[in-house]
């Protein structure tokens, strides 16, 4: 598998890069880490109770992003701002299974837009690209595909199928579940972000996910294409 980008989604302000784990065991649900997901969780809930989102540069740097490539800022909130905000709401984040919680953590922490897809379920390899509107899109939770317009940056394999739509909406086909083995994380910034603070957290993803289920890792730069 192979991760490339086309160059006009960097020219937008997108900023990308990728992590993969291979041969973890993703049934675990250890006890140190579910301590460690609790203080965590207690802790961004009250660096985050009064947060202004539009006075966090990463935050609203996704949503300069969305103005910038004509993507409407109300119906699309980005991935991180929304786990933010359901955290402040509900003080606890929805534990799934572990792979997901620990990308999710980070993700809180970071305020990057992160995303999880099993490597087995996707179809020769992945290229972060404008939609021309012909892609099939099933979204998580849907049962038949929803229509794609044209001209959004959406991550895609060589079925032409989206498996994240922005950094917005992940899919069916390569969600994480507990007998995935094999996965790739999107680690997505903006115009604010720096290239260090992307590094280091796909460096966290490797580490904290090998530490606990297992496996290896590696970052991925993807190639850049016209």
């Not at 604010?192 to 530490?211: G, M, P, R, V, W």
């Not at 289920?213 to 991925?220: A, Y």
Request: with cysteine; glycine share 6%.
């Amino acid at each position: 598998m192979n991760f490339k980008v086309e160059k006009a989604v960097l020219d937008s302000g997108v900023k990308i890069i990728f992590a993969v784990v291979e041969g973890i065991d993703n049934h675990r649900k250890g006890e140190e880490w579910q301590a460690y997901r609790t203080k965590r969780i207690a802790e961004l809930y009250e660096e985050y109770k009064d947060l202004d989102i539009h006075s966090a540069p990463v935050l609203e740097g996704f949503n300069i992003l969305h103005d910038n490539v004509g993507v409407k800022r109300r119906k699309n909130i980005p991935a991180s701002e929304n786990l933010i905000k359901l955290l402040v709401k509900r003080q606890e984040v929805l534990y799934i299974n572990q792979a997901v919680d620990i990308y999710n953590l980070i993700s809180l922490e970071s305020k990057l837009a992160l995303g999880a897809h099993n490597i087995d379920k996707t179809e020769g390899n992945v290229t972060l690209r404008f939609t021309d509107g012909t892609e099939r899109y099933v979204p998580l939770g849907a049962t038949e595909p929803t229509p794609v317009a044209p001209h959004e940056y959406c991550y895609c394999d060589d079925s032409n199928e989206i498996l994240c739509r922005l950094e917005i909406r992940q899919v069916n086909k390569t969600a994480v579940d507990e007998n995935t083995t094999n996965i790739f994380y999107i680690v997505q910034g903006n115009a604010a972000t720096s290239d260090e603070l992307l590094t280091e957290t796909a460096q966290k993803i490797i580490d904290t996910t090998t530490k606990y289920c297992g496996g290896t890792g590696r970052i991925v730069v993807p190639d850049v294409v016209s």
